[in-house]
């Protein structure tokens, strides 16, 4: 369909591809677009790609992780939106493919859950440009994914922003808060309320 002829031209413009930002918000892609364009990716033409907005396009666990084989041959990719898309259990596959450049990623209202937020923890000391997590909306975070956030937070100083509103914190935002503050972060820098 539409995300095959896409790919297609996207793989027209090898071997010197000019694509540096793709932004498709609300195309409704699904996997299959995410197949195709990880298949394009992993050809390189994602190789000068800087900047990927996939927000709202219905991509799920096998999209993200088609996504996460792809985006490996990114190493320029700086920010990566995937809000809005059901992504659940493939968000850590798709974090596996980003590499150290990472200024942003957005992966709000994206059914991701405490394994996901711990995952992507996890990362943030690969990521040292990170300056900006957002995980907002995702109801299935609870105290373990804040705590994972909370305690990566301690090692990451680029992250000036880890947003978690609308995680469970289960009520230890106060301790939480503590955790940071006595491991010298400004608790401004999480927010879960």
């Known amino acids: 369909g539409d995300s095959q002829a896409l790919a297609e031209g996207l793989e027209n413009s090898l071997p010197d591809p000019p694509l540096e930002e793709l932004g498709m918000w609300g195309c409704k892609i699904g996997d299959s677009g995410s197949f195709a364009l990880a298949k394009s990716l992993h050809a390189g033409v994602g190789v000068n790609l800087q900047t990927l907005l996939l927000d709202e396009n219905d991509i799920s666990a096998a999209g993200a992780k088609a996504l996460g084989a792809g985006l490996k041959w990114c190493g320029k990719l700086r920010e990566l939106g995937v809000s809005k898309n059901p992504l659940g259990k493939g968000f850590a596959h798709l974090l596996s493919g980003l ?14 859950d405490d394994a996901g937020a711990a995952a992507a923890a996890s990362k943030l000391r690969s990521w040292p440009s990170l300056r900006t997590l957002r995980l907002f909306g995702n109801l299935l975070i609870g105290p373990f994914g804040c705590e994972a956030v909370a305690r990566a937070l301690l090692g990451a100083p680029s992250v000036k922003l880890a947003d978690l509103k609308g995680a469970n914190h289960g009520g230890e935002w106060v301790r939480l808060k503590k955790v940071l503050t006595d491991g010298g972060v400004d608790p401004v820098r999480m927010r879960v309320e």
């Open 99 to 112: 590499g150290p450049g990472l200024v942003m990623l957005d992966a709000s209202e994206a059914d991701i």
